[in-house]
Protein backbone atom coordinates (compact mmCIF):
# COMPACT_ATOMS: atom_id res chain seq x y z
CA UNK A 1 0.00 0.00 0.00
CA UNK A 2 1.43 3.29 -0.83
CA UNK A 3 1.67 6.52 1.07
CA UNK A 4 -1.43 8.02 -0.80
CA UNK A 5 -3.68 4.87 0.08
CA UNK A 6 -5.31 5.65 3.22
CA UNK A 7 -4.44 6.44 7.12
CA UNK A 8 -1.67 5.05 8.24
CA UNK A 9 -1.55 2.45 10.69
CA UNK A 10 1.81 3.61 12.89
CA UNK A 11 3.88 5.74 13.54
CA UNK A 12 6.42 4.28 10.83
CA UNK A 13 4.14 4.49 8.22
CA UNK A 14 3.50 8.30 8.95
CA UNK A 15 5.91 10.18 6.42
CA UNK A 16 7.30 13.89 6.91
CA UNK A 17 5.56 16.50 5.37
CA UNK A 18 9.01 17.26 3.24
CA UNK A 19 8.46 13.79 1.99
CA UNK A 20 4.92 14.02 0.89
CA UNK A 21 6.04 16.96 -0.69
CA UNK A 22 8.85 15.67 -2.38
CA UNK A 23 6.45 12.64 -3.38
CA UNK A 24 3.88 15.08 -4.67
CA UNK A 25 6.26 16.78 -6.74
CA UNK A 26 8.14 13.96 -8.46
CA UNK A 27 4.38 12.59 -9.20
CA UNK A 28 3.40 16.59 -10.99
CA UNK A 29 6.45 16.50 -12.88
CA UNK A 30 5.42 12.88 -14.40
CA UNK A 31 2.56 13.62 -15.05
CA UNK A 32 3.53 17.15 -16.64
CA UNK A 33 6.19 15.00 -18.67
CA UNK A 34 4.08 12.80 -20.12
CA UNK A 35 0.99 15.21 -20.59
CA UNK A 36 4.25 17.59 -22.39
CA UNK A 37 4.98 14.40 -24.71
CA UNK A 38 1.36 13.54 -25.70
CA UNK A 39 0.79 17.02 -26.73
CA UNK A 40 3.96 17.27 -28.58
CA UNK A 41 3.75 13.79 -30.64
CA UNK A 42 -0.32 14.66 -31.40
CA UNK A 43 0.20 18.42 -32.58
CA UNK A 44 3.61 17.82 -34.11
CA UNK A 45 2.18 14.17 -35.85
CA UNK A 46 -0.85 16.17 -37.25
CA UNK A 47 1.16 18.99 -38.51
CA UNK A 48 4.76 16.86 -39.91
CA UNK A 49 2.95 13.47 -41.12
CA UNK A 50 1.01 14.02 -44.69
CA UNK A 51 0.82 9.96 -45.62
CA UNK A 52 1.26 7.65 -42.72
CA UNK A 53 3.28 5.11 -43.47
CA UNK A 54 6.29 2.22 -42.96
CA UNK A 55 8.89 4.87 -42.17
CA UNK A 56 9.23 8.56 -42.24
CA UNK A 57 10.39 11.10 -45.58
CA UNK A 58 13.48 12.91 -45.07
CA UNK A 59 11.34 15.99 -44.90
CA UNK A 60 8.96 14.26 -42.09
CA UNK A 61 11.32 13.85 -40.19
CA UNK A 62 13.10 17.34 -40.38
CA UNK A 63 9.60 18.61 -39.44
CA UNK A 64 8.75 16.83 -36.84
CA UNK A 65 12.72 17.76 -35.11
CA UNK A 66 11.74 21.06 -36.02
CA UNK A 67 8.29 20.95 -34.03
CA UNK A 68 9.40 19.43 -31.37
CA UNK A 69 12.46 21.85 -30.61
CA UNK A 70 9.87 24.97 -31.64
CA UNK A 71 7.55 23.59 -28.99
CA UNK A 72 9.91 22.98 -26.26
CA UNK A 73 11.78 26.07 -26.71
CA UNK A 74 7.67 27.79 -26.06
CA UNK A 75 7.61 25.88 -23.16
CA UNK A 76 10.94 26.81 -22.08
CA UNK A 77 9.94 30.91 -22.59
CA UNK A 78 6.22 30.19 -21.26
CA UNK A 79 7.89 28.47 -17.89
CA UNK A 80 10.78 31.03 -17.45
CA UNK A 81 7.82 34.19 -17.76
CA UNK A 82 5.23 32.12 -15.26
CA UNK A 83 8.22 31.98 -12.98
CA UNK A 84 10.23 34.83 -12.49
CA UNK A 85 6.20 36.96 -12.35
CA UNK A 86 6.00 34.79 -8.90
CA UNK A 87 9.24 37.20 -7.99
Not at 54 to 74: F, K, N, T
Request: proline share 3%; hydrophobic share 30%; with cysteine.
Amino acid sequence: MDSFSGPSSGPSSQISKDDFMDQLKTQLAQAYAEEFLETVRGKCFDKCITKPGSSLSGSESSCISRCVDRYIEATGIISRALFSSHR
